[in-house]
Nanobody, 123 residues
Framework: VQLVESGGGLVQAGGSLRLSCAAS????????VGWFRQSLGKERAFVAA????????DYADSVKGRFTIARDNTRNTVYLQMNNLRPEDTAVYYC?????????????????WGLGTQVTVSS
């Protein structure tokens, strides 16, 4: 499966962005999908993940209550709604797909990755 992220950009602190992850090449509903982010000089970090049918989600503590992950398997797309953005949210955001049955926050559990989209939050 091929993944393409979009929706990144520059936003002021307190603002919102919605990221999209569009999939092609396979039935999207077969995959758990996760969002990860990586800022300069840091390791890639888990942000959120969603179950195959969308009936389960998981979030990093740092984004709980501010970010929402959702999916539309009819459109082969997963979304990450990001509200009340902070400067520390600045990073390249990646979506990834896992064959596993369960939601996971471990990057090595994800086999397919997009190229990422830059999110910059100014103070």
């Amino acid at each position: 499966v091929q993944l393409v992220e979009s929706g990144g950009g520059l936003v002021q602190a307190g603002g919102s962005l919605r990221l999209s992850c569009a999939a092609s090449g396979d039935t999207f509903g077969r995959y758990v999908v996760g969002w990860f982010r990586q800022s300069l000089g840091k390791e890639r970090a888990f942000v959120a993940a969603i179950a195959r049918t969308g009936d389960g989600t998981d979030y990093a503590d740092s984004v709980k209550g501010r970010f929402t992950i959702a999916r539309d398997n009819t459109r082969n797309t997963v979304y990450l709604q990001m509200n009340n953005l902070r400067p520390e949210d600045t990073a390249v955001y990646y979506c990834a797909a896992s064959w596993g049955l369960a939601i996971t926050n471990t990057p090595t559990d994800y086999y397919y990755w997009g190229l990422g989209t830059q999110v910059t939050v100014s103070s």
